[in-house]
C-alpha cells in the first residue's frame, strides 16, 4: 500500500483549495496561482536525504531497509510516493518541503501536513 505526499507553493490569494490542487497536478494541468519550483534544487535536496536514490529522466526511485520511494515531479509540484514509509522518511520529507516554503499535501487525509 502507498503513502503519498505532495507538495507546491502557492501565491498569495489562491482560490483553489489543497484537494483541487492536488486533482490538477495529478492530472497535469497547470495550476493558476502556483509557482514553479526550483526542480534542481529540488531534487538535489532529496539526493542529499536519500543516499544511493537513483534518477531516470522523469522520476527518482529509493529502496531502503522494508521501504521504498519515488518522486516525481511537474514544473508546479513534487509527488512523493512512499511505500512503508519509516518515520525518519516522513520527517525528511516535511524538511524538504520547508526548505522550499511548500505546504505538504497528504491526500489520504485530505489535509495539509502541519510543519
Same mark, same amino acid.
Given at each position: 500500500?502507498?503513502?503519498? $505526499?505532495?507538495?507546491?507553493?502557492?501565491?498569495?490569494?489562491?482560490?483553489?483549495? +489543497? +484537494?483541487?490542487?492536488?486533482?490538477?497536478?495529478?492530472?497535469?494541468?497547470?495550476?493558476?496561482?502556483?509557482?514553479?519550483?526550483? $526542480?534542481?534544487?529540488?531534487?538535489?535536496?532529496?539526493?542529499?536525504? #536519500?543516499?544511493?536514490?537513483?534518477?531516470?529522466?522523469?522520476?527518482?526511485?529509493?529502496?531502503?531497509?522494508?521501504?521504498? $520511494?519515488?518522486?516525481?515531479?511537474? +514544473?508546479?509540484?513534487?509527488? #512523493?510516493?512512499?511505500?512503508?514509509?519509516?518515520?525518519?522518511? $516522513?520527517?525528511?520529507?516535511?524538511?524538504?518541503?520547508?526548505? #522550499?516554503?511548500?505546504?505538504?499535501?497528504? +491526500?489520504?487525509?485530505?489535509?495539509?501536513?502541519?510543519?
Amino acid at each position: 500500500m502507498s503513502y503519498d $505526499l505532495v507538495m507546491w507553493r502557492a501565491q498569495p490569494g489562491l482560490s483553489l483549495g +489543497p +484537494p483541487q490542487i492536488y486533482e490538477q497536478t495529478c492530472e497535469g494541468q497547470h495550476v493558476d496561482g502556483l509557482e514553479d519550483l526550483p $526542480l534542481d534544487r529540488v531534487t538535489a535536496s532529496v539526493k542529499e536525504r #536519500f543516499l544511493g536514490i537513483e534518477q531516470d529522466i522523469y522520476e527518482l526511485n529509493w529502496a531502503g531497509d522494508g521501504e521504498t $520511494l519515488q518522486v516525481t515531479w511537474s +514544473p508546479q509540484h513534487v509527488h #512523493f510516493e512512499c511505500h512503508g514509509p519509516s518515520e525518519d522518511t $516522513l520527517a525528511h520529507l516535511v524538511q524538504i518541503a520547508a526548505e #522550499f516554503q511548500c505546504v505538504l499535501y497528504d +491526500p489520504q487525509a485530505g489535509e495539509l501536513v502541519n510543519m
